[in-house]
C-alpha cells in the first residue's frame, strides 16, 4: 500500500506512534508518505521505502495566524495525486482530520477516491478538543473520517461521551519494538549515576503540567527522607525530557533539599539504555489516554508506579506490573514505589510481568497488522461503494 501519515513531528506520543508505525509499516514493504511542518522526530534517517514531503505556510501580511491547516489539505492533494497514494492516516484530530476530510473532498472532484482513517491520541479528545472553539469541527472530522481509531477503550468511551459520534471506533493500542525497548546491560552508566548502588526512580515526559512532575519530585522526597536514604543503599532521580514544567520541578527540588540526588537529562535518545538502568518507573499524570512512555519501561522490564485514570489501568495491572493510586496521592505513590524498591522477590517478579505484558499484549508485531487490516479494509470500502455525489465541482 502507499500511505500518507501525518502527525505532529516534534512533540509528544502522537508523534511518536505515527512514526514507529510508519517505519514498521516501510519495513514490511509498505510505502510510506509523512507529510508533515518538519521531519518527525523519531525518523532519524530515511529508509527505503520512505519519504518526507515538508508543508510550508506561506507568511502574508494580512495572515496574522498563517492558516497550516489549508497548506497542509494543499500538500495532502499533491502528496496523493502524485505519489498515487491508497490512503491517508492522520494522527490526533486538530487539526489534520479536517485538512484530510476537505482533501478528499476536492480530490472527489478530480474522480480520486482516496479513504481517510483518523487515530485518536489524547487531548485531541480529552481537554483542547473539547474547547467550544474546536468540538464542532472535531465532531464534524471524527464523523466524516472513513475509519477512525483510538488509543485505549478508555479513549473511544470518552469520544463516544463528549462529541456527538455515534459510529463505531476501532481500538488499536499503541505499541513497542520489544527487541529494541528490552533490558541492556549498562553497568558503566549505572555506576557513573548510582555508584553506591543506589535506586533508580525515572519519569520521562514532556514535562507539560498534565504530567504532574511535581508530584514526582514529593514522592522522590518522601523517599529520601523517609529511610531510603541512610538505612539502604540510597535512592536517586533520573528526570528524562524537557517542557514547560520543568523549571518548577527544578526550583521544588531544591526547594526540598533532593536536588543533588536528582538528574535532569534533558531530551534523550536511546531512551531504552537509560530505561534499562532504572528501578521504578513514575507516572503520576493527571490525564492520560494510554501512557506510551510507561509502556516502552515496562518492555525494559521497569515496573511502573502510576495513577489510577484514563487508560493507564489498561496498561498497568495493579499488583502485577506495578501499582495504580488515586490521582494526586502523594502517601500512596510513595508507599507503592518504596514497597517495590524494598522487597527484591516483588521487584523481580513485577519487573518479569511488565516485560512479559509488553511482549504478549503490545508487541509491534502484534498491533502492527491491526493498522494494516484495518487500511485494507477501508480502501476496499472505498473502492466498492457508490461514489457520493460531490458538491462544489468546478
Ligand atoms: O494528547 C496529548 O496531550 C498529547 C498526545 C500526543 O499526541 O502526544 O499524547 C497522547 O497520546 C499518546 C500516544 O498515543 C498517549 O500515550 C498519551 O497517553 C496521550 N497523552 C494524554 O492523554 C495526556
Given at each position: 500500500m502507499r500511505i500518507g501519515i501525518t502527525c505532529y513531528?516534534?512533540?509528544?506520543g502522537s508523534g511518536v506512534v505515527a512514526t514507529e508505525l510508519g517505519k514498521a509499516l516501510a519495513r514490511r514493504g509498505h510505502e510510506i508518505h509523512f507529510i508533515a511542518y518538519?521531519?518527525?522526530?523519531?525518523?532519524?534517517h530515511v529508509t527505503e521505502h520512505i519519504y518526507f514531503h515538508e508543508v510550508r505556510v506561506n507568511t502574508y501580511p494580512?495572515?496574522?495566524?498563517?492558516?497550516y491547516s489549508l497548506a497542509l489539505t494543499s500538500k495532502m492533494i499533491d502528496v496523493v495525486k502524485h505519489e498515487q497514494l491508497d490512503l491517508l492516516h492522520v494522527h490526533y484530530a486538530i487539526p489534520h482530520a479536517t485538512s484530510a476530510v476537505l482533501a478528499r473532498q476536492i480530490l472527489a472532484c478530480e474522480g480520486i477516491h482516496i479513504p481517510v482513517v483518523t487515530t485518536l491520541h489524547g487531548t485531541d479528545i480529552?481537554?483542547?478538543?473539547?474547547d467550544p472553539s474546536f468540538a464542532p469541527v472535531v465532531t464534524h472530522a471524527i464523523n466524516a473520517s472513513d475509519g477512525v481509531t483510538a488509543v485505549s477503550d478508555y479513549l473511544r468511551r470518552e469520544t463516544h461521551g463528549h462529541f456527538e459520534v455515534e459510529r463505531e471506533i476501532e481500538v488499536i493500542p499503541n505499541f513497542v519494538d520489544t527487541d529494541r525497548f528490552t533490558r541492556q546491560q549498562k553497568g558503566h552508566f549505572k555506576q557513573a549515576i548510582a555508584p553506591n548502588g543506589e535506586k533508580l526512580l525515572i519519569h520521562v515526559s514532556?514535562?507539560?503540567?498534565?504530567?504532574?512532575?511535581g508530584d514526582v519530585v514529593h514522592v522522590f522526597h518522601r523517599l529520601h527522607e523517609g529511610g531510603l536514604n541512610g538505612n539502604g543503599p540510597g535512592v536517586k532521580l533520573l528526570l528524562v525530557g524537557d517542557g514547560p514544567d520543568r523549571p518548577a520541578a527544578e526550583a521544588l527540588a531544591r526547594e526540598l533539599g533532593v536536588y543533588g540526588d536528582?538528574?535532569?537529562?534533558g531530551k534523550q535518545e536511546p531512551i531504552e539504555e537509560i530505561l534499562s538502568v532504572a528501578d521504578v518507573f513514575l507516572m503520576p499524570s493527571g490525564?492520560?489516554?494510554?501512557g506510551l512512555a510507561a509502556l516502552e519501561a515496562m518492555s525494559c522490564g521497569v515496573p511502573v508506579v502510576s495513577s489510577?485514570?484514563?487508560?493507564l489501568p489498561e496498561l498497568n495491572v495493579h499488583g502485577e506490573t506495578g501499582f495504580l493510586c488515586p490521582l494526586a496521592d502523594i502517601d500512596c505513590l510513595t508507599d507503592a514505589t518504596h514497597r517495590i524498591l524494598t522487597d527484591s522477590t516483588l521487584h523481580e517478579r513485577m519487573a518479569k510481568a511488565a516485560r512479559q505484558r509488553a511482549v504478549e499484549q503490545f508487541d509491534i508485531d502484534r498491533i502492527v497488522p491491526q493498522y494494516e487490516g484495518f487500511y485494507q479494509q477501508m480502501i476496499d470500502r472505498v473502492e466498492n461503494a457508490d461514489p457520493a455525489p460531490v458538491g462544489g465541482c468546478a
Open positions: 513531528p516534534t512533540y509528544g518538519a521531519p518527525p522526530q523519531r525518523l532519524t494580512l495572515f496574522e495566524y498563517p492558516p480529552t481537554l483542547v478538543g473539547q514532556n514535562f507539560r503540567e498534565v504530567k504532574r512532575a536528582v538528574r535532569f537529562l490525564s492520560e489516554t494510554f489510577d485514570i484514563g487508560g
